[in-house]
């Protein structure tokens, strides 16, 4: 059996920046085992999946696979999944299962994704937190598994050490690093051991989590944002109601064919 692949760079100006993800097409869907040996086996931090969707709600379905875990929401591969399969439309529509249904539209600089706006809440500072550096200024949580930490200034993300064997074995949790910007509005970093991937190069859910919260501080509902991974990324942001709205580009980076054998 072959499986199209491409790996792209989304949220990418050149190649090797952004955040590579793999995005599989397929005729229908694979055990669930089948997906996750496949991403493990991509070993990017995500893999899309793809199956036309014969509802009329969208126009595929789409699941996104770690090297160790299937997650609620991926918005890099979603943006990198609209890069390639949105063909001769103005946008395309995914139907996801824990999500919603998630658009990609095209723009003048490249595209715009619209995500769910999830709005964190206030939460004391879990003790394992403290295996990701010095103590923020304030700690969100959002249900979906988005532990967000607040911090004076850029160079103190810049400078975090997380423990990554202390959170790896805490769970599934995505922490979200987060402070003022210095070229771009705001700036941050995200690290989800526990789903395989330390740091994420460049993470769109996370900024559907932080987004409301900058929103609100910076009294404005456009800001830029860039994600300070050793790949980096830059993210325009816009805060539409219950919606993100994320902007950016895609560069395609390999195209080939995943051969596999099952049985």
Not at 228 to 240: D, F, L, N, Q, Y
Request: glycine fraction near 10%; hydrophobic fraction near 45%.
């Amino acid at each position: 059996m072959k499986i199209d692949f491409t790996q792209i760079d989304a949220f990418a100006d050149r190649p090797f920046t952004g955040n590579p993800a793999a995005v599989m097409p397929l005729d229908a869907w694979l055990d669930d085992a089948v997906l996750q040996a496949i991403a493990a086996e991509n070993n990017l931090s995500e893999t899309a999946f793809l199956v036309a969707d014969a509802s009329g709600e969208a126009d595929y379905e789409l699941r996104w696979f770690t090297p160790g875990m299937e997650v609620a929401l991926c918005g890099h591969a979603t943006f990198a999944s609209g890069h390639i399969l949105m063909g001769e439309r103005d946008s395309i529509r995914f139907a996801t299962r824990s999500a919603g249904i998630l658009s990609v539209a095209r723009t003048a600089e490249g595209y715009a994704m619209s995500l769910p706006a999830w709005k964190p809440a206030p939460v004391a500072l879990p003790a394992i937190a403290r295996a990701i550096g010095p103590e923020p200024t304030e700690t969100l949580w959002h249900p979906a598994g988005y532990l967000v930490l607040i911090y004076p200034d850029a160079e103190t993300v810049r400078g975090l050490t997380p423990d990554f064997g202390a959170l790896r074995s805490a769970g599934t949790t995505l922490y979200v690093a987060t402070a003022p910007g210095e070229d771009s509005d705001i700036l941050s970093r995200a690290f989800a051991p526990g789903a395989g991937v330390d740091e994420d190069p460049v993470t769109g859910s996370a900024h559907a989590v932080i987004a409301p919260y900058w929103a609100e501080r910076l009294g404005r509902s456009r800001f830029t944002a860039f994600q300070a991974s050793a790949r980096g990324g830059r993210i325009a942001c816009t805060v539409a109601g219950d919606r993100v709205i994320l902007g950016g580009a895609c560069i395609t980076v390999v195209e080939g064919r995943f051969a596999l054998t099952v049985g």
